[in-house]
């Protein structure tokens, strides 16, 4: 029955049609509304990859917090209509934006530098 649009694929353990997907590495995920999910039933390679494709989407959301404070620390500087402790409050969340956004940035590089240059860790 799903043999036409499957293409192999189907043929791989643990594999349930319209449930699952394949990953880039031919792995089986789970296929849910934020994508691909790394199955974490099996070996710890998919644990690991599960833990990757984690981090990968809180970073992503912590970038987009990062973004949005920053946006709207800008609307209040706009809008405050020239009152100091307005404006003052807007370059502070502003600030803790960008300090925060940069926290991210730079722990990421280090963690590449330590990791993988360093340490060699697979999966980083």
Avoid: H
Avoid at 31 to 40: E, F, R, V
Avoid at 60 to 77: C, D, E, P, T
């Amino acid at each position: 029955m799903f043999s036409n649009w499957c293409s192999g694929f189907c043929r791989l353990p643990g594999y349930i049609p319209n449930v699952s997907c394949i990953l880039p590495d031919r792995k089986v995920g789970i296929d849910t509304a934020l994508g691909c999910i790394p199955s974490i039933f099996g070996s710890i390679d998919e644990i690991k990859s599960l833990i990757g494709w984690l981090l990968g989407r809180i970073i992503a959301l912590a970038g987009g917090i990062a973004f949005l404070l920053m946006l709207i620390s800008g609307i209040m500087i706009i809008v405050s209509s020239g009152d100091p402790e307005r404006v003052k409050a807007g370059q502070e969340l502003f600030a803790a934006a960008v300090s925060g956004l940069l926290f991210i940035i730079f722990s990421i590089f280090i963690l590449r530098i330590i990791g993988v240059e360093f340490l060699s860790i697979p999966g980083l």
